[in-house]
């Protein structure tokens, strides 16, 4: 049976993706070696960082002075990273849901952090628009996408103070204004590649600014100055990661990544609105197109588990809801056919009919 896989993270890829990097982990440019047991600075490695850093700054439209860096650690490292480059004494973040309370717990650590708005008293159902920015702030910490709750940032906030952001679960699902971003990170397990490497873009004359020590791993300079190279990088995430930038190029595009994102998430947002079985647990204007929240309506509660039986008989894959929201999470990632959300819509449609 075709499995249709809504995976919040790791996630699903274009299939042609996983066999590309499946033949070069067999045999990598017909050099009758596995691209795992060669150099990262063999000369046929490093074309492979240069042409994905190339091509990040090509989709994403990224201005001059800005490097693009692959690195270990996770989404969960830059939340530590960022404030060590960049926060000398005051940062203000955005505080829509549990990544962005992980980012403001680590940032505490190195000065004084402001949370200027939170929609936690309504268990961020909503991005909250309404604050004040202070004006002395290093930078201002925003999660365009929140993975967990199915919100998301759909625009680039306007604020007068340099920002700063984790679009781990929706770089390349939109265009962005890179140039008012000092560093733009994220997991690359969500829109992009298998888990192991982190993409950061990071604007070069932001760095050098704050007076401590940083060490060297920690210091994106270091690796800004080494190209990635400073220690061996995550050489098979990041050759998967070039295989889907190759692929968003070949398909139109970021601008072509949103047309589909918003038609996706259209499709599914409308059967959840029209099926009385339904309801969606994000406010309408700030709903995620990546992740895309549901629960059963208070009076089907209690064939919650009977639909994911229903569901998961169907093929679909990895629709549970996080705990901390309930119910059920689609996630629709770039990689996702547009033949999925109709079978998962389909599934709805059904399971309507059965009640
Ligand atoms: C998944 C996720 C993270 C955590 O990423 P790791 O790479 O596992 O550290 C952080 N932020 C967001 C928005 C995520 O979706």
């Not at 930078?139 to 993975?147: G, K, L, R, S, V």
């Not at 990632?333 to 009919?353: G, R, T």
Request: negative net charge; contains cysteine; hydrophobic residues 40%.
């Amino acid at each position: 049976m075709k499995k249709h896989n809504f995976n919040a993270g790791p996630s699903i890829l274009p299939r042609e993706v996983i066999e590309n990097t499946a033949q070069a982990i067999l045999d990598f440019n017909g050099s009758g070696l596995s691209i795992m047991e060669i150099s990262h600075r063999a000369k046929d490695f490093q074309p492979v960082v240069d042409e994905a850093e190339a091509l990040f700054k090509e989709l994403l439209n990224i201005p001059e002075g800005y490097s693009v860096l692959f690195l270990g650690g996770g989404a969960s490292l830059e939340f530590c990273m960022v404030p060590y480059n960049f926060l000398e004494k005051k940062a203000a973040y955005l505080n829509t849901g549990v990544w962005a309370k992980k980012a403001m717990k680590e940032a505490k650590g190195f000065g004084e952090v402001v949370e200027v708005v939170s929609s936690a008293e309504a268990n961020y159902t909503y991005i909250p628009k309404d604050y004040s920015m202070p004006a002395d702030v290093d930078y201002f910490h925003i999660t365009t996408n929140n993975t967990i709750y199915g919100t998301e940032l759909k625009t680039d906030p306007d604020v007068n103070v340099p920002m700063v952001a984790d679009m781990s679960s929706d770089i390349f699902s939109r265009p962005i204004d890179v140039s008012r971003y000092i560093c733009i990170y994220g997991g690359a397990q969500k829109n992009l590649a298998p888990a192991g490497v982190t993409f950061v873009i990071v604007k070069n004359d932001a760095l050098g600014k704050v007076s401590r020590y940083i060490p060297s791993m920690l210091n994106y300079q270091t690796h800004v100055d080494n190209g990635s190279m400073f220690n061996t990088p995550p050489v098979v995430p990041i050759y998967a990661a070039l295989q889907t930038l190759r692929w968003i190029k070949a398909n139109g595009g970021v601008a072509e990544m949103e047309k589909r994102a918003i038609e996706k998430a259209d499709m599914l947002y409308g059967e959840i609105d029209r099926n009385k079985m339904f309801v969606g647990t994000a406010v309408k204007e700030d709903r995620s197109r990546m992740n895309i929240c549901f629960i059963m309506a208070p009076e089907y509660k209690e064939l919650e588990a009977d639909f994911m039986k229903f569901a998961t008989e169907k093929g679909m894959v990895g629709i549970k809801g996080h705990r901390s929201v309930g119910g059920f999470r689609a996630s629709c990632y770039n990689a996702l056919p547009k033949e999925s959300v109709q079978a998962l819509i389909d599934c709805m449609q059904e399971f309507e009919k059965l009640h």
